[in-house]
């Protein structure tokens, strides 16, 4: 089961935390910003993929994956940027499995992200 969209966008509960994995390891361009609530991340030049907002979220603990919302979300991305992410992926704590063909990782909001690629 499955769909495709265009952009996601997560409930966080502290900006830096959300650019250290948006930018410093997914390596997108972070593209907007509402003053110190929420911030959008691009890749390409797209106005955005992803955002993360403090809305009703600043400071709290994270969502359990028993809780209801998103439990997981996945993205195909080329072998290049699969090899850049796979040795990025290796010096993290939250990662779940690393082989020749995906990664799963649990993303800052509590959500686990594959990444798959093509």
Do not use: C
Request: glycine share 4%; hydrophobic share 45%; proline share 1%.
């Amino acid at each position: 089961m499955g769909m495709k969209i265009g952009h996601l966008h997560f409930m966080g509960n502290h900006l830096v935390t959300a650019d250290q994995f948006f930018m410093d390891f997914l390596q997108m361009d972070l593209v907007s910003k509402i003053s110190t609530s929420a911030h959008f991340y691009s890749n390409n030049h797209y106005h955005h993929h992803h955002a993360v907002n403090l809305w009703q979220s600043e400071n709290s603990e994270l969502r359990r994956l028993d809780e209801a919302g998103l439990i997981d979300w996945s993205v195909f991305v080329d072998k290049n940027y699969f090899a850049l992410l796979t040795q990025r992926a290796e010096a993290l704590d939250d990662v779940m499995l690393i082989n020749a063909q995906q990664i799963k990782i649990i993303d800052p909001m509590g959500t686990i992200l594959s990444i798959t690629h093509d």
